[in-house]
């Protein structure tokens, strides 16, 4: 059972930026495509972005495109989140996950496309 352990999270204000890194304890982390999802209060946990196996191409919710970038390092075996120009409405638990369903790979995924799942960190912007 692999482990993914979030971390970078914490409290910024509007404008501001965070990362956010993964890293996961499966030694074949590069067999699996990788994503961020977050989940503010009393909402569903939704896509943020992902990455397929290698980190040549990546994928991006409409709400976080051209703010947001999503990048890995297979030597290292983690996944980050560059977060730019943080909103309010950016505050939420971010999750990160994996997946061997490289074929759905696309803008618009949910949570039932990911398999393992890390435990989360807050982000929180403040206004």
């Known amino acids: 059972q692999v482990q993914l352990v979030e971390s970078g999270g914490g409290l910024v204000q509007a404008g501001g930026s965070l990362r956010l890194s993964c890293a996961a304890s499966r030694r074949t982390f590069s067999d699996y495509a990788m994503g961020w999802f977050r989940q503010a209060p009393g909402k569903e946990r939704s896509f943020v972005a992902a990455?397929?196996?290698?980190?040549?191409?990546?994928y991006y919710a409409d709400s976080v495109k051209d703010r947001f970038t999503i990048s890995r390092d297979n030597t290292k075996n983690t996944v980050s989140l560059q977060m730019n120009s943080l909103k309010f409405e950016d505050t939420a638990v971010y999750y990160c996950?994996?997946?061997?369903?490289?074929?759905?790979?696309?803008?618009?995924?949910?949570?039932?496309?990911?398999?393992?799942w890390g435990q989360g960190t807050q982000v929180t912007v403040s206004s």
């Open positions: 996950a994996e997946t061997t369903r490289y074929a759905i790979l696309s803008d618009y995924l949910v949570p039932g496309d990911f398999s393992s």
């Open positions: 990455i397929n196996r290698s980190g040549s191409r990546t």
